[in-house]
């Protein structure tokens, strides 16, 4: 530790992909990932330096980021300034990578186990087809009741065993998730689902969007709702919704930020296509 | 004509698309367009039949779409109504075409030389790079001062010969043209100056946005705009704007219409990312 306070920086990354071309965030045999690419950009950077980017969570593959975070450690000399290393990043990385910001954190920061909380939002299409939104929200072919939705989804708020909403349980000891807050709201023909929580499992939020829109279309009620969640088995629960609706919004390092938190901050970045 | 009255029904389309995968609208060789794909989707629903459509405009390579304009005409019986025909249509068409509207249509009605105007929206990206919106605005890379290019576009609202923002003006007769408005709004990070006309030269719109782009970046001055606009000659004009920042938003077939027209509307379908 004290060696790498005298000799190392620690920098965080936020960075904004469009899945569509990612096999996800983290790297992978055979499948191009964003944790990939961003890490031979910053070994050109810094002369061919093997750098090992920590991420803030894994992100399937087609999944977008309005804000991923993800750190590494980088010698204290020479120095790259965080405004130029964001500058020379976003230079290099391909149109579907930007870095948003670059900014020191303490030495012993970790990008994973440092977080708050994590938000991200489901986007769902209530509309026509749209050739400029087809990629970045699912469209159920089936009209939806918002307001069922609205009164279903505090069932799933709070600390619970989310066995129900993960796709592939077995690879996981605990299945103990909380959710603090599940919020929706409509831009034009679009509604936005957006989950605030301590972290979520593999593919949970869409095996929470995907039975939200059963609730919406009447194919399930809020109380069946519950008792799927009570039942702690996957099979009970209505299918996983596509990834590519999907969008991890932010990452919170700070409770207040959290708090604070408003999709309409983040749509001001038109990072979010709703 | 009464053939056509008695046993034909004209139809119009209101079609959006992602220039992205085009090379733009008419029909080309060796080159996938959307007039292509929309009629031989339209020769599959009227089993076989050679369906011929009437675009409004031309369009260019990677140009997009809110909202372009186009009809054909098709025998009375059997008839598919227009709902019908939207639905299949889009169901048949890839992801990045949209049919938006079907409505029947006088027999007499001509998808171009009927027109009451046309609005254009050039997106310009005033902030950082952002994955989402690479394919769908232009980020110049220099600081613009909107003010400067809000005073300057007045030189260009009118009835001029516009030789100066044409590309390849040997291939025209006549490079007279009304410009009825040039509206600037600021959408988050994005700057979108819509152009209202009684029709559009090729590549005209990506001129003009490349010239206004000069003014915002102090290269040129207002009162050069007007020299350059004068001297009809296109080596004296500032560059051509990239295509991927530019969206027909709407054709008018109706002055009403058209006077009322607000981006405001056409952003509520989403189908402009600004």
Request: glycine share 6%; with cysteine; aromatic share 10%.
């Amino acid at each position: 530790m004290d060696k790498l306070e005298n000799n190392f920086k620690r920098l965080l990354l936020e960075i904004s992909f469009d899945g569509r071309s990612y096999g996800g965030w983290q790297i992978q045999p055979d499948n191009p990932t964003v944790q990939k690419l961003v890490q031979d950009t910053l070994a050109k950077l810094y002369s061919g330096q093997d750098i090992k980017l920590t991420g803030s969570s894994r992100t399937d593959a087609g999944v977008h980021a309005a804000g991923f975070a993800a750190s590494f450690a980088v010698p204290a000399r020479p120095y790259i300034l965080p405004d130029k290393l964001k500058k020379a990043l976003n230079g290099l990385l391909p149109d579907s990578i930007a870095v948003r910001t670059v900014k020191e954190v303490p030495a012993d920061f970790h990008a994973r186990f440092d977080t708050a909380g994590k938000a991200y939002t489901y986007v769902i299409n209530l509309g026509d087809k749209n050739p400029f939104s087809t990629h970045y929200s699912w469209r159920p072919h089936r009209k939806l009741d918002i307001e069922r939705m609205r009164e279903a989804a505090p069932h799933l708020i709070g600390t619970h065993d989310f066995s129900s909403f993960v796709v592939n349980r077995d690879e996981i000891d605990e299945a103990v998730r909380t959710i603090y807050n599940i919020d929706f709201q409509v831009f034009g023909q679009y509604l936005c689902i957006t989950f605030t929580g301590d972290g979520f499992l593999y593919k949970m939020i869409r095996c929470l969007a995907g039975a939200l829109e059963a609730v919406g279309a009447g194919k399930i009620s809020g109380a069946e709702l519950k008792t799927i969640l009570e039942h702690k088995d996957r099979r009970k629960a209505p299918d996983t919704a596509p990834p590519y609706g999907l969008f991890l919004v932010k990452v919170f390092y700070d409770e207040q930020e959290m708090a604070d938190f408003k999709l309409e901050n983040i749509r001001s970045y038109r990072n979010v296509p709703c």
